[in-house]
C-alpha cells in the first residue's frame, strides 16, 4: 500500500499540519475528531496537497524535508503548483 505525505489546513485555525499515513481519509477523519493532539483545536481540517511515495522511508524523509523548511510561505508553494 502506498504512503501519502499530506498537508491539511484549517480556516478556522488558520494553520496548516504535515503528516504522513497510509490511509489518508481515515486518518483525516482522526484529524476533524480529535484524534490528534496537533489538531484538535478544530474540526475543518482538509488537504490540500498531497505526494503518494511506495516506500515508508520515502515519506518518512519527504515529510521533513517538507517540515524543516517551518515555512507557511513554502507551504503555500506547493499547494499552489510549484511542487
Do not use: Q
Request: proline share 1%.
Amino acid at each position: 500500500m502506498p504512503f501519502t505525505v499530506y498537508i491539511i489546513y484549517s480556516a478556522s485555525a488558520d494553520e496548516y499540519y504535515i503528516g504522513y499515513t497510509e490511509n489518508l481519509e481515515e486518518r483525516l477523519y482522526r484529524h476533524n475528531n480529535s484524534g490528534s493532539k496537533a489538531t484538535k483545536k478544530a474540526n475543518d481540517w482538509r488537504v490540500v496537497y498531497t505526494e503518494t511515495f511506495e516506500l515508508k522511508s520515502a515519506v518518512v524523509i519527504r515529510e521533513y524535508e517538507i517540515k524543516k523548511k517551518k515555512s507557511r510561505k513554502y507551504i503555500e508553494w506547493l499547494i499552489h503548483g510549484a511542487g
